[in-house]
């Protein structure tokens, strides 16, 4: 199984994963050229593209995906009010739940929900085979049910959006600050080192820190808040890697 992050951050998301010849764009928010250069610089043919897996509506998650769906002929996956917002008439949609489970290809797919202010957002986990990919992004929190769906993970792509002293004393106005503090808004670095740590278990190999905000975050600052806290209180002999996912250019290719 092979992930790679085209794009990461507040102003376009798009996560690619793989199996044999199952190849899945997981959300579509920058520009078609962007993710077809992005495919193209990890080898990846953008001919074989499956399918494509929304997870909410706003711009920085769908940019890409009419253009894509339309020249590709891909079918496009997401909820219902999801894809009736985020989708021309002439794209092939795919309506799920949210805790549906569905196989495209190789790798059989799971939704769940998250609470953030879009219309119906989810988020998922990728199986083959062999591995388990867990990707959670836009949430401004998690829950036993959210742990629940990614748990075994081996890959956790996973959000840490924002330093919250960075964010209250930053220019954001205070409601745009309320909102993404909020329960319907973004992880933190530090929520998202809880989380990391509430999840341990011995098959966690690799953590993937994304949608980092531009304004209120820095890279180096969500690794070393993660990387703290799960050296501090990691209760497996191996700890996990951890990354941080490029804003503007492909992150390197992992293969599990």
């Known amino acids: 199984m092979e992930v790679c992050s085209i794009a990461s951050g507040s102003s376009g998301n798009c996560v690619y994963v793989g199996s044999g010849d199952t190849h899945l764009l997981i959300d579509a928010g920058i520009s078609g050229k962007r993710i077809e250069e992005g495919l193209s610089s990890i080898g990846v043919d953008k001919n074989g593209l499956s399918a494509i897996l929304l997870t909410h509506e706003h711009s920085d998650h769908i940019q890409g995906v009419n253009v894509l769906a339309k020249r590709y002929h891909l079918p496009v996956f997401g909820t219902k009010a999801t894809l009736h917002a985020?989708?021309?008439?002439?794209?092939?949609?795919?309506?799920?739940?949210?805790?549906?489970?569905?196989?495209?290809?190789?790798?059989?797919?799971?939704?769940?929900?998250?609470?953030?202010?879009?219309?119906?957002?989810?988020?998922?986990?990728?199986?083959?085979?062999?591995?388990?990919?867990?990707?959670?992004?836009?949430l401004g929190m998690y829950d036993t049910n959210i742990l629940r769906h990614l748990e075994g993970s081996e890959l956790l792509y996973v959000e840490a959006n924002h330093d919250v002293n960075m964010l209250l004393v930053g220019k954001y106005p205070y409601p745009l600050k309320q909102r993404i503090l909020g329960d319907r808004g973004h992880l933190s670095n530090d929520s998202t080192a809880k989380l990391v740590c509430e999840l341990q278990y011995d098959g966690l190999k690799q953590i993937i820190l994304a949608h980092l905000s531009k304004e209120n975050n820095y890279a180096q600052l969500a690794y070393e808040t993660v990387r703290v806290e799960v050296e501090q209180n990691w209760r497996s002999k191996v700890i996990p890697n951890i990354e941080v996912a490029n804003r503007n250019c492909p992150s390197k290719l992992i293969s599990l």
Do not use: M
Request: charged share 20%; net charge negative.
């Open 86 to 138: 985020a989708l021309q008439p002439i794209v092939s949609n795919c309506p799920i739940c949210p805790e549906q489970c569905f196989t495209i290809g190789q790798i059989t797919v799971r939704s769940f929900s998250v609470s953030h202010d879009a219309l119906d957002p989810i988020c998922y986990t990728l199986e083959d085979k062999e591995h388990k990919i867990g990707i959670v992004t836009d």
